[in-house]
């Protein structure tokens, strides 16, 4: 079982940047592929990025591409998303995701993949 907490959300303006930071609790946090998602009241939960067990792969939505960054300190048993270039449309609550995996390169993309969530953090850029 592994814990998240995510921190670092807050009001920016747009162009601006925020880090958001995602800490897990448990020993075995190198065994997780890991997940941004975001969701905005009436929506669902978009997919931002996900980054492999090992950190090798990653991948991202085509909206944050090229302004968000993912990364990973498996010896911290923390994952970052630094965004960059931020606009309005990026505000929303952002949820770190974990997916136990024995495929160290894998990443996943689906929210119905992940087996354990944090509680979200409210990022809000203003124009």
């Known amino acids: 079982q592994v814990q998240l907490v995510e921190s670092g959300g807050g009001l920016v303006q747009a162009g601006g940047s925020l880090r958001l930071s995602c800490a897990a609790s448990?020993?075995?946090?190198?065994?997780?592929?890991m997940g941004w998602f975001r969701q905005v009241p009436g929506k669902e939960r978009e997919f931002v990025l996900s980054i492999s067990a090992s950190g090798r792969s990653t991948t991202y939505a085509d909206s944050v591409k090229d302004r968000f960054t993912v990364s990973r300190d498996n010896a911290k048993n923390t994952v970052y998303l630094q965004m960059n270039s931020l606009r309005p449309e990026d505000t929303a609550v952002y949820y770190c995701a974990a997916k136990l995996t024995y495929y160290d390169d894998t990443y996943y993309t689906l929210a119905s993949a992940y087996d354990h969530w944090g509680q979200g953090t409210q990022v809000t850029v203003s124009s």
């Open positions: 448990g020993r075995t946090f190198s065994r997780y592929a």
